[in-house]
């Protein structure tokens, strides 16, 4: 299929490494660009912004934007609505990618630092778990809604035939110790599970899914742009490449590309301890419940 007939939707796309998505996907040129997020000021730039790279290109890239809060079911299943009827009636490559850090210190940590005994514990806020995880579970469901009623297209990279993409937003906090921020920490492993967890019953739809593990990139997640002059930064066009080898087909569904400097590395899961332990998973698989 031509990527002239394409829908791409890209939540959290107004900023940061969303805004960098969308931009990919103007570039290649894709008929429907769908930006969801919250900022609305930032989404009407983005739209302006896309808009003209797209008439420079010499190319007609429809580029909109809803307003969203991902960690609201309503809301991203009336974004994915629009988007399905205002595009044609399709949806091809979902990006889940829209997330939150802690916003600073987390109040686990603050916790376990703080030499205070006597002071009762305030409850911790679970929106960056809402947003990062729980909202990526959302858009997945949705994604998939809307790309089963696609007919499969076979790629011309050689990859499976295809009703659509879905790509998570992960971190490769979700795969080291991250200390400074557990809750963080916690959304995105639980992300890089459900990538892993979602491949084999999505392909059974003929759906793709696969996740991204960035290192350190600029975007406005972190409290405060001083944070990123003690870091050693990955460049946007690392995340983009990433991106463009997934949808290319570079790696079975289910992969998880973890990207750093000027690298893509595809992360296999965790070996089985042992054989039970494998041949008890595949039980749960086969049997269909757990």
């Known amino acids: 299929m031509s990527n002239a007939n394409r829908v791409a939707v890209v939540t959290g796309g107004a900023s940061g490494i969303g805004r960098a998505m ?3 996907f103007v570039d290649q040129q894709y008929g429907h660009v769908a930006v969801l997020d919250v900022n609305a000021a930032s989404g009407a730039e983005v739209v302006t912004e896309l808009t003209a790279a797209s008439k420079s290109a010499g190319s007609a890239t429809a580029v909109r934007f809803l307003e969203c809060d991902v960690g609201s079911w309503a809301s991203q299943a009336a974004a994915f609505r629009k988007v399905f009827d205002g595009c044609g009636g399709r949806i091809d490559v979902v990006m889940a990618n829209a997330g939150i850090s802690e916003g600073g210190e987390s109040s686990l940590v603050a916790e376990a630092m703080s030499a205070d005994t006597d002071a009762e514990p305030s409850e911790p806020s ?61 959304s995105k492993s639980g992300v890089i599970g459900l990538v892993r967890a979602m491949a084999l019953p999505l392909e059974r739809a003929s759906i793709q899914i696969h996740g991204l593990a960035p290192a350190v990139l600029e975007t406005n997640i972190a409290p405060s742009k001083d944070l990123f002059a003690k870091m050693i930064m990955t460049p946007m066009s690392t ?3 990433g991106v463009d080898e997934i949808l290319r087909g570079k790696e079975p569904s ?7 400097g000027d690298k893509v590395t595809f992360r296999q899961p965790q070996e089985y301890v042992d054989a039970d332990s494998k041949q008890n998973l595949e039980n749960f698989w086969n049997l269909g419940y757990a």
């Open 22 to 24: 969308a931009r990919y």
């Open 126 to 186: 679970m929106r960056t778990l809402n947003v990062n995880l729980v909202g990526t579970m959302f858009t997945v469901k949705l994604a998939t809604h809307y790309m089963k009623k696609n007919a499969p297209s076979t790629s011309a990279h050689g990859a499976p035939p295809t009703r659509g993409n879905i790509v998570c937003t992960a971190s490769n906090a979700g795969l080291y110790p991250f200390p400074v921020a557990p809750v963080y920490a916690a």
């Open 239 to 241: 995340l983009t490449k």
């Open 254 to 260: 289910g992969g998880l590309a973890e990207i750093h």
